[in-house]
């Protein structure tokens, strides 16, 4: 089974616990408006806001809007608010955020309300009869899509059991008054529900989840916007819990939580206090157990059948929790229970959750899918606080925005660039060119959350101090059969690719682990490969590690191992910044052929009387003492003398 972190999330000052209030998300902002019971209506507005970019504290703060003018609505839940703008008002229009029904302990109610949440205005707009429109009450769902606010559900209770809808409406600004207007729709048309997720993806809306009569819903519908057509997605994997359920008067049953949509996924919280995530593309749940992880201070939370997951902030759900009877959730400190009446912040990561279904299903074609489709949605959406890299080649085009304040505490490559007044840092943005987007991602994921490659199971050990310790680490046989692999086998090349990326970010840690998995994979049909790769990509330290594997390899004298000599003979020449490293392993492996060859190389360098050329000299110092053969064998009188003269009387340490 699946877990993941449900992490607490500090806040200053406290918003108080509502029963299902509306919210909704402006720039960096959460808005909860009304909800809950007895609670005067001007006071009845609260915005949850994110910590400053580089603050040194990491609290979200909660801060309550007083001095609200206008009509005010009356205290009620259930409701919902959507923000809208007449067409034409551009960029600066006058937008407002329209509140929609709800209830209270005595009425349903099926008005209209718009805050100037700038202007600090409540008002009641005029607008034509929607009563026989609109007769939905409660808890419905409300969306914005193009120039219209798209309402679907609801629930009324006419001195009994609840009554469930499926009537379809928009809301649109005529002249600047609201305009409703019902939609006659076709195909399969979804049960009437309440407490459902309604979501836009790809010019449709998706309808899931829900309660009716007796029963809590797990199916899903999609809405085709260009055609009026209804149909039901059948659906695979783990879904949230569907049964039935007791339909007692004035009793509200808690369905499963409203969702968001991340990427191309609408995650939830079921009411059995799991996360669910439906892959729209694939038309497939999964679940995960939810662990709670607390940082910051002694405080232990479980969440309440109640909870609602109000928006997603950066790569965050945000959930508010409280223990108000709702499902048996607790709020507790380890000596006192913390104040049930007002809300506690929690959130999850759904990177991690989308890294871990990529990693099950083993789809690297759903994994671009996702980072091509988040980014998508992310980038318009970049705020001062955050740093978007982009993508430009073929396929792999896109952006990935992350936090400022994460690049600058884990990426030491951008940490200059964006404490800097570099042009790239002013514009928030840089172009990367010779690292591909999914690389890149799997970089910022080991540097922000440590987490490895799906490919590596384990980091070489920390006491390691040399390159050839580090290849004692051990590698799980699936990752060695990766590399060992024939060289145009995807894991191989998805593991070279990234090497050599963190080697260009100067990401050591990981280039090391991905390295030293690498080599412990080399055999007699990559070893060659390998060292050719290392030779063009200059990455010194793993070029040495593949010709020790080499010459280990040949030492064997298997027959595989002698077949691979032949491919000696393509690899990189010697030149005079490796011929003597290279003799020197001869010589310790003990391969006459292979040692003769690297001396002739080296002396015919030495011939050619370079400054470099010459600068070898001082390594040959260092070399075995049958250098003398060599140099009376291959060379002229005058520079054998100089070398034998420099060799015998030049006082430098032994090579060790």
Not at 104 to 115: E, F, P, T, V
Not at 120 to 138: F, G, T, V, Y
Not at 172 to 189: E, R
Not at 641 to 655: D, G, Q
Request: proline letters at 5%; hydrophobic letters at 40%.
């Amino acid at each position: 089974m699946s877990r993941i972190a449900l992490e607490y999330v500090p806040t200053s000052n406290k918003a108080p616990a509502r029963y299902k209030p509306a919210f909704i998300k402006r720039d960096n902002d959460i808005i909860m408006i009304t909800g809950g019971r007895n609670v005067p209506s001007n006071q009845s507005i609260h915005i949850l806001s994110q910590p400053p970019p580089r603050s040194p504290s990491p609290s979200w703060t909660w801060t309550r809007v007083d001095g609200l003018d206008g009509e005010h609505p009356t205290v009620r839940w259930g409701c919902s608010a959507t923000f809208l703008k007449e067409i034409g008002a551009g960029a600066g229009g006058d937008g407002k955020i329209y509140l929609f029904g709800g209830w209270d302990s005595k009425y349903q109610y099926k008005d209209l309300y718009a805050l100037d949440i700038e202007r600090r205005i409540w008002s009641k707009p005029r607008c034509n009869d929607h009563e026989d429109i609109m007769p939905i009450a409660s808890m419905h769902s409300a969306l914005q899509y193009q120039d219209k606010i798209w309402y679907f559900g609801g629930a009324m209770c006419v001195g009994g059991p609840y009554i469930y809808h499926d009537d379809l409406a928009t809301m649109s600004l005529v002249n600047g008054s609201p305009f409703f207007q019902a939609v006659n729709s076709s195909g399969d048309i979804p049960c009437g529900r309440a407490q459902h997720t309604a979501v836009v993806f790809e010019k449709k809306m998706y309808i899931l989840c829900g309660v009716k009569e007796d029963t809590v819903l797990n199916d899903v519908f999609v809405f085709d916007f260009a055609t009026s057509v209804w149909s039901q997605v059948q659906t695979k994997g783990d879904a949230p819990p569907t049964y039935k359920y007791n339909p007692a008067n004035f009793r509200v049953h808690p369905g499963h939580g409203v969702g968001r949509v991340y990427g191309h996924y609408v995650v939830l919280i079921g009411n059995d206090r799991r996360l669910y995530a439906f892959d729209l593309l694939k038309s497939s749940w999964h679940s995960f157990t939810l662990e709670f992880q607390n940082d910051y201070d002694d405080t232990e939370i479980t969440l309440d059948a109640t909870c609602v997951a109000p928006c997603i902030m950066d790569h965050r759900l945000i959930i508010l929790n409280a223990n108000n009877g709702g499902g048996g959730g607790s709020t507790t400190r380890i000596d006192e229970i913390l104040d049930p009446t007002v809300f506690h912040t929690l959130a999850i990561d759904l990177d991690t959750m989308c890294e871990v279904i990529i990693q099950k299903e083993q789809d690297d074609a759903l994994s671009q899918a996702f980072l091509a489709r988040w980014a998508g949605r992310t980038a318009d959406k970049k705020t001062p606080e955050q740093f978007e890299f982009k993508f430009e080649e073929g396929d792999d085009a896109g952006s990935i925005v992350v936090a400022r304040s994460r690049l600058v505490s884990h990426f030491s490559y951008f940490q200059k660039m964006l404490d800097s007044n570099m042009t790239e840092s002013r514009e928030g943005h840089v172009t990367i060119r010779d690292v591909s987007r999914h690389d890149f991602q799997e970089i910022l994921n080991f540097l922000f959350d440590g987490k490895l490659p799906p490919f590596v199971s384990k980091a070489p050990s920390s006491s390691s101090s040399s390159s050839s310790s580090s290849t004692d680490a051990t590698i799980p046989p699936t990752a060695a059969a990766a590399a060992a692999a024939a060289p145009d086998m995807m894991t191989g090349q998805r593991m070279w690719r990234l090497f050599v990326a963190c080697a260009r970010y100067d990401v050591q840690s990981l280039e090391k682990i991905i390295g030293c998995e690498i080599v412990k994979g080399l055999d007699e049909n990559n070893a060659c490969f390998f060292f050719q790769l290392a030779h063009d990509s200059q990455i010194a330290w793993f070029k040495e590690e593949c010709m020790r594997a080499i010459l280990r390899l040949i030492a064997t004298q298997t027959p595989a191992a002698l077949a691979m000599m032949r491919d000696l003979a393509r690899l990189p020449p010697l030149d005079e910044n490796n011929a003597c490293f290279f003799f020197q392993l001869a010589h310790d492996s003990q391969i006459a052929w292979f040692k003769e060859e690297c001396m002739r190389a080296i002396l015919r360098l030495i011939a050619t009387q370079t400054p470099a050329a010459l600068a070898m000299m001082r390594d040959l110092a260092r070399l075995p003492p049958e250098l003398t053969q060599y140099v009376t064998k291959y060379l002229n009188d005058d520079v054998a003398t100089r070398i034998l003269n420099h060799h015998h009387h030049e006082e430098v340490p032994p090579l060790r």
